[in-house]
């Protein structure tokens, strides 16, 4: 197992419900570290930009105006398989599909309003830890 960096969002609704605080816990108290951690308003370009691999998606239009309805939290993640333990931790991405305990079946209320965000690989996580971070914006160790 190698140490990796894994990008997670606190999405709008989750935002807005004031979940930050339980949902940087269950990331903390499972040995991921937070190397890095920015709140911010998206703006449309930079929400499209990130979901561009969606963009001939039908949900795409509803999913870029729900990521840009509020502010979202920016966090990189680090620990020993740090993608897919993220994963693992958020849940399936319909909330009625994630397993109990997970950060989507606690806090998502919709499969469009789904709380969190996770790289699915190791290539998405390096290319969106560089779509939000400067180098010397994370915290290595
Ligand atoms: P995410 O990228 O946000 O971590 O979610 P994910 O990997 O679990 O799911 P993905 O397939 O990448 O979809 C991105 C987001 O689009 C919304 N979605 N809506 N209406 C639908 O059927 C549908 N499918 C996907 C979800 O909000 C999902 O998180
Ligand atoms: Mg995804």
């Known amino acids: 197992m190698a140490v990796e960096q894994t990008l997670s969002i606190i999405k709008p609704d989750a935002v807005g ?15 991921l570290k937070i190397a890095a951690l920015k709140m911010l308003q998206l703006s449309r370009e ?27 939290c920016v966090q990189v993640l680090q620990g020993e398989s740090a993608v897919a333990r993220n994963r693992e931790l958020m849940g399936a991405t319909n909330p009625e599909e ?27 996580a390096r290319r969106e830890i560089d779509y939000f971070f400067a180098a010397d914006e994370i915290y290595t160790r």
């Open 46 to 72: 930079q929400a499209e930009g990130f979901y561009a691999e969606h963009s001939e998606r039908p949900f795409f239009t509803s999913l870029v105006e729900f990521m840009i309805s509020g502010p979202v």
């Open 17 to 31: 419900n004031h979940h930050i605080g339980a949902i940087i816990q269950r990331f903390e108290e499972s040995g």
């Open 98 to 124: 994630a397993a109990p305990g997970t950060i989507r079946a606690d806090f998502a209320t919709a499969v469009s309003a789904n709380a969190v965000h996770g790289s699915d690989s190791q290539a998405s």
